[in-house]
């Protein structure tokens, strides 16, 4: 079946990096864009950015942009979301998502991130 | 950028009454060359990931009670639950893709009275 299984629950320290992956199953890899979207704690849903698995184009939300890198490895059909200079608010489950049209019907289980000293 | 604003943060219904959230965009997500809405509707319940129930404004996911309707058109869209259940206690999200850079709603939290 269809399936996004994501990297597990990581804690970092102020300013340093993460890099979460997710692990994309039973449909073509590079025919559907991969979008990333987290949510803080006692926050809403934020959309922070798409990637087409196929030519490795990227579109990033503004709040992110220069913080925010997404690749992947279309061998292994996986997607990576690396988020540089933590900071507390960025503590948040971090979850990847397939967009068919831009609506996303699969998503991954979700990565707890902790970002504390 | 596009922005999505929800209305009300928060609403409390008994069992079977009907709840409505509203969702408004900064700029029209209906699209001139195919008449469609990009817009999206999710539930998001603690310790899962978001669930899809609406796309294009007003089409059912698969397996969506039909107690659950999308509505509404340009900038003004509408989630409505026709009659209230316990197991639909859970924050509603709206979200656009007409823009190239998507964007969600705050959020509204559904909750029995």
């Known amino acids: 079946q269809v399936q996004l299984v994501q990297s597990g629950a990581e804690v970092k320290k102020p300013g340093a990096s993460v890099k979460v992956s997710c692990k994309a199953s039973?449909?073509?890899?590079?025919?559907?864009?991969i979008n990333w979207v987290r949510q803080a704690t006692g926050q809403g849903l934020e959309w922070m950015g798409w990637?087409?698995?196929?030519?490795?184009?990227?579109g990033i939300a503004q709040k992110f942009q220069g913080r925010v890198t997404m690749t992947r490895s279309t061998s292994i059909t996986t997607a990576y979301m690396e988020l540089s200079s933590l900071r507390s608010e960025d503590t948040a489950v971090y979850y990847c998502a397939r967009s068919d049209y831009g609506d996303f019907k699969v998503w991954g289980q979700g990565t707890l991130v902790a970002v504390s000293s | 950028d596009i922005v999505m604003t929800q209305s009300p943060d928060s609403l409390a219904v008994s069992l079977g009454e009907r709840a409505t959230i509203n969702c408004k965009s900064s700029?029209?997500?209906?699209?001139?060359?195919?008449?469609?809405?990009?817009l999206a509707w999710y539930q998001h319940k603690p310790g899962q990931p978001p669930k899809l129930l609406f796309h294009?404004?007003?089409l059912r996911q698969s397996g969506v009670p039909d107690r659950f309707s999308g509505s509404g058109s340009g900038t003004d869209f509408t989630l409505t639950i026709s009659s209230l259940q316990a197991e639909d206690v859970a924050v509603y999200y709206c979200?656009?893709?007409?823009?190239?850079?998507?964007?969600f709603g705050g959020g509204t939290r559904v909750e029995i009275k």
């Open positions: 990637m087409n698995p196929n030519t490795g184009n990227t």
């Open positions: 294009w404004a007003s």
């Open positions: 039973g449909y073509t890899f590079t025919n559907y864009d």
């Open positions: 700029q029209s997500v209906l699209s001139s060359s195919d008449n469609m809405n990009y």
């Open positions: 979200q656009q893709y007409h823009d190239t850079l998507f964007s």
